[in-house]
């Protein structure tokens, strides 16, 4: 027998539906795969679940996740088709528009540990039930061909060369275009290898808890991204200048920011150099 299929229905802003199924079929929609890890994974912490037409907890929603067959279920998703983060509305912002001057060809392209820097990036940031808007400029259309699997917002920014200040700015005003509700956002960028999706949602886990309007990433006594900025700081964001990035206002405001340990963070992929370190010490998969 056919894997059952059923409908799952957004239950606010657009009320959007999506289709998904438990098992893999043909045909199906990019974003199954992830809606289904999600769901597995025990990520949609308070939203709503409806079995057919009978309300469940969401304990019971994991129990039949954990059998042998597939139902009909319904939560609140936004407008995105994936779910809200504990109550927040966070997408992620991938900065992927630069020209990787330094490295002498597309650090986007670059393999590393078996796939490519932005595929691994993208799949980080995807994992965490969040959406997901890429920013694309130079060599747009091959970066973008590493991406058509993938169910992520893509922003194209003609202007890259004007700084990742000017990247940043674009993304976000894309992400505020998409509709309302936005709490904050989370930068980050394609050149840290062992950014992953646990530390993506340990930032996003803090913003839920911490009055600050930062939540950054702290390694090799440096605060810096990933980071999340709550909504209170858009109008700064929008107001950086083109060549500064989100670095400089995370400094701007250290009485603002809560730091998350995160020392692998310091390992960028900049130069020929800074990959034959990173190869030496962590090999080649």
Same mark, same amino acid.
């Not at 993304?171 to 530390?199: F, W, Y």
């Given at each position: 027998?056919?894997?059952? #299929? !059923?409908?799952?229905?957004?239950?606010?802003? $657009?009320?959007?539906?999506?289709?998904? #199924?438990?098992?893999?079929?043909?045909?199906? $929609?990019?974003?199954?795969?992830?809606?289904?890890?999600?769901?597995?994974?025990?990520q949609l912490a308070g939203l709503k679940f409806h079995w057919f037409t009978k309300a469940i907890s969401e304990g019971?929603?994991? /129990?039949?996740?954990? !059998?042998? $067959?597939?139902?009909?279920?319904? %939560?609140?998703?936004? *407008?995105?088709?994936?779910?809200?983060?504990?109550?927040?509305?966070?997408? *992620?912002?991938?900065?992927?528009?630069?020209?990787?001057?330094?490295? %002498?060809?597309?650090?986007?392209?670059?393999?590393v540990d078996g796939e490519p820097l932005l595929v691994r990036s993208v799949r980080a940031a995807l994992e965490t039930?969040?959406?997901?808007?890429?920013?694309?400029?130079?060599?747009?259309?091959?970066?973008?061909?590493?991406?058509?699997?993938?169910?992520?917002?893509?922003?194209?920014?003609?202007?890259?060369?004007?700084?990742?200040?000017?990247?940043?700015?674009?993304?976000?005003? =894309?992400?505020?275009?998409?509709?309302? !509700?936005?709490?904050?956002?989370?930068?980050?960028? #394609?050149?840290?290898?062992?950014?992953?999706?646990?530390?993506?949602?340990?930032?996003?886990?803090? =913003?839920?808890? /911490?009055?600050? $309007?930062? *939540?950054? /990433?702290?390694?090799?006594?440096?605060?810096?991204?990933?980071?999340?900025?709550?909504?209170?700081?858009?109008?700064?964001?929008?107001?950086? %200048?083109?060549?500064?990035?989100?670095?400089?206002? *995370?400094?701007?405001?250290?009485?603002?920011?809560?730091?998350?340990?995160?020392?692998?963070?310091?390992?960028?992929?900049?130069?020929?150099?800074?990959?034959?370190?990173?190869?030496?010490?962590?090999?080649?998969?």
């Open positions: 027998m056919g894997a059952k #299929c !059923g409908r799952l229905q957004a239950m606010s802003h $657009t009320r959007k539906t999506i289709e998904f #199924c438990r098992h893999p079929r043909k045909n199906q $929609t990019p974003s199954e795969p992830y809606l289904w890890r999600l769901l597995r994974s025990r019971q929603m994991y /129990s039949s996740l954990e !059998g042998s $067959t597939s139902e009909a279920m319904s %939560g609140e998703f936004d *407008i995105w088709g994936v779910p809200y983060f504990r109550g927040m509305n966070l997408p *992620i912002l991938l900065l992927a528009a630069g020209a990787s001057s330094r490295m %002498g060809r597309s650090k986007q392209m670059l393999v039930g969040s959406p997901v808007f890429v920013v694309l400029g130079a060599k747009a259309e091959e970066h973008k061909s590493l991406l058509t699997d993938f169910p992520v917002r893509l922003v194209h920014h003609p202007s890259w060369e004007r700084g990742m200040g000017s990247s940043l700015k674009e993304g976000l005003k =894309a992400i505020l275009a998409e509709g309302p !509700g936005v709490t904050g956002v989370v930068v980050m960028l #394609c050149d840290q290898p062992r950014v992953n999706s646990e530390h993506l949602r340990t930032l996003m886990n803090r =913003a839920g808890n /911490s009055p600050k $309007t930062i *939540i950054a /990433s702290a390694y090799h006594q440096t605060i810096g991204v990933p980071a999340l900025f709550k909504s209170a700081l858009f109008p700064q964001l929008l107001a950086l %200048g083109d060549e500064a990035g989100a670095a400089k206002l *995370i400094r701007s405001q250290p009485d603002r920011v809560e730091a998350v340990d995160f020392p692998e963070g310091v390992i960028d992929l900049d130069t020929p150099d800074d990959v034959a370190r990173y190869e030496g010490s962590h090999g080649p998969k």
